[in-house]
């Protein structure tokens, strides 16, 4: 397990995206279409705790 980092935040990756991805690497869209569809999704974040560090910095709310 890579620990370079105590906290890594980025997009959610959700079955939507990944299919989109493959209709254009399938050629079946380009990449304007591509674009498109995804700038118009609601992209969320997640949030990976990597380190012990990182976990104490967590709160009940």
Avoid: W
């Avoid at 690497?25 to 990449?31: E, F, H, P, V």
């Amino acid at each position: 397990m890579d620990n370079k980092y105590d906290l890594v935040i980025g997009p959610v990756a959700d079955d939507d995206i990944i299919v989109l991805f493959r209709t254009f690497i399938n050629g079946l869209i380009d990449i304007d279409t591509l674009i498109k569809e995804l700038t118009d999704k609601e992209l969320t974040d997640q949030y990976s705790f990597h380190t012990e560090k990182a976990l104490q910095y967590l709160k009940e709310v």
